[in-house]
């Protein structure tokens, strides 16, 4: 049974920090990549960032580059994005994936919300 446990929401100001952690389980967590999507009230899943399997090649959209970090520890099965001078345009609900490559997920976590004040 794969599961993906996403927590690290939460309410924040804009320009502040939050991390989120996404934590796998049931799958080779070394063979996966791992990505990070967000879905804004009214408008569609959009990409955020992504990372290969073996951690070496990140992506992320236009939107957030330079503001926020996507990582994942192996001996913890478990992938982080740190975002950091957060805007309210940030605020979304983030769900966290995993795929054989970063072109195509399998399984996705619950998500989390992510509400920045103005």
């Known amino acids: 049974q794969v599961q993906l446990v996403v927590s690290g929401g939460g309410l924040v100001q804009a320009g502040g920090s939050l991390r989120l952690s996404c934590a796998a389980s049931?799958?080779?967590?070394?063979?996966?990549?791992m990505g990070w999507f967000r879905q804004a009230p009214g408008k569609e899943r959009e990409f955020v960032a992504s990372i290969s399997s073996s951690g070496s090649t990140t992506n992320y959209a236009d939107s957030v580059k330079g503001r926020f970090t996507i990582s994942r520890d192996s001996a913890k099965n478990t992938v982080f994005l740190q975002m950091n001078s957060l805007k309210p345009e940030d605020t979304a609900v983030y769900y966290c994936?995993?795929?054989?490559?970063?072109?195509?997920?399998?399984?996705w976590g619950q998500g989390t919300q992510v509400t920045v004040s103005s």
């Open positions: 049931g799958l080779s967590f070394s063979s996966y990549a």
């Open positions: 994936a995993a795929g054989r490559s970063t072109s195509v997920y399998n399984y």
